[in-house]
């Protein structure tokens, strides 16, 4: 009799280990997938962060292979602004001085401000040159140059659009990244949120442009003096 217990417990004990067992695997499987769900999803917001900054990257570029030929053909203009030309000219190299691997969005914010903040300067220039056309007629009315103008204005438009999806893909991807639990797993392979891009200072307020070429500007009034 005593036997027979004793192989009852052994039995009952076995039968409870196994359950115990089975509830640990059951346990482990559900958070190996959380894990690999989790670290698939922020593979794949990573990959399409990259996406959209290589087609930031590509709009930008297209921009700058305008440049050479816009400049080619306002050069042909009499006495056109020799300073505008060399403007444009000196922002688009220092355009090329700011190296950013094409094909993996920055983390550095840094280091993309440093992006923006040439690209601006190559709009601005870019701003001003079409604004100094105003005072040559033949351009104006120059095929090559109004095709030009055109396709920079197009290509103006795509860098807005490519720069907010860009934005809205590291929106996605940083909320990933910062949301508990998945920021476990972030931190644990490396993954860190990406900058956004920035309004340029006075994005807010639209240029004053005076197209009065031709009128010189007023002097300036005498500051008054005081009653001796």
Known sequence: MAANHIV????????GCGGVLVIVLFFAFVVGLFFWGSYNRLVTLDQTVNKKWGDVQSVYQRRADLIPNLVNTVQGAANFEKSTVVEVTNARASVGQVKIDPNKAPTDPAQLEQFQAAQGALSNALSRLLVVVERYPELKSNQNFLGLQAQLEGTENRISVERNNFNATVQDFNTAVRRFPTNMIAGM????????????????????????????????????????
């Open 8 to 15: 009852d417990l052994m039995n009952k004990f076995a039968i």
């Open 189 to 228: 392979f490396g993954f860190s949120p990406r900058p956004f891009f920035a309004a340029q200072p006075g994005a807010e307020r639209a240029p004053a442009v005076n197209f009065n070429f031709g009128t010189p500007a007023p002097a300036a009034s005498p500051a008054p003096t005081g009653s001796p």
